[in-house]
Structures are given as C-alpha cells and as structure tokens.
C-alpha cells in the first residue's frame, strides 16, 4: 500500500521559516514527479512547487525565491523548505508524486497524495 505521509507544519508568525517533509512508503519512488500542492480555505487547490527525478524544479511565481523544494530518493523523501512566510501562504500543504510530464502543475495528473499538513501564518 502506497502512502505519503506530511509533516511540519505550524503556527508561525509572518516572516518565519518552516520544513515541511513527505515520507513517501510502499513503493520507490526515484523516477517519480514529487511536488507540493496547497489548498486555502474557500480556494482551489494551488500547485506550489515541484521536482524532477533529474533535479530540475519548477515553482509557483509567488513563492519563488521563498520556498525550495528539495527530494532525498535514498531516503523517499521530499521537503519544502519556506522562508518568509507570508500570512497569504496559509494553506494545508498536500504532498503528491505522480509519473507526469509538461502537466506537473495539474493536480490530476499525480497519482499518489498525503493527508495534508497545516500551515498557518499570522501577521
């Protein structure tokens, strides 16, 4: 059974950094798409970051420079390290890994998803 599990996130204040992380188990997933995705309260779920097997990365506009999506395959894992949080980047993050293509911003084209981790900033 396939799960990806999140964790990391918290209450912070505006300006804060956090790591959230992805423990993806059941299956290895080194040639997989990895991203994060978020959804805000009344929003549709937004693509956030993602990251290729071969080391590239794509991000949204608004967090570039901001936050880094980062995977350790030996370990099956993907982070996303966010610097100066900002009171509009609170969301619940959903990690997902999918083998996808040009469509990596497309929530539908991943195959597997966490539960979600909670990220709230105050200003």
């Known amino acids: 059974q396939v799960q990806l599990v999140e964790s990391g996130g918290e209450s912070v204040q505006a300006w804060a950094s956090l790591r959230l992380s992805c423990v993806a188990s059941?299956?290895?997933?080194?040639?997989?798409?990895l991203a994060w995705f978020r959804q805000a309260p009344g929003k549709e779920r937004q693509f956030v970051a993602a990251?290729?097997?071969?080391?590239?990365?794509e991000y949204l506009d608004s967090v570039k420079g901001r936050f880094t999506i980062s995977r350790d395959n030996a370990k099956n894992t993907v982070y996303l390290q966010m610097n100066s949080l900002k009171p509009e980047d609170t969301a619940v993050y959903y990690c997902?890994?999918?083998?996808?293509?040009?469509?990596?911003?497309?929530?539908?084209?991943?195959?597997?998803w966490g539960q979600g981790t909670q990220v709230t900033v105050s200003s």
């Open positions: 997902a890994a999918g083998q996808v293509g040009g469509n990596y911003r497309d929530g539908g084209a991943y195959e597997y």
């Open positions: 990251a290729w097997s071969a080391g590239a990365r």
């Open positions: 059941g299956r290895t997933f080194g040639s997989y798409f």
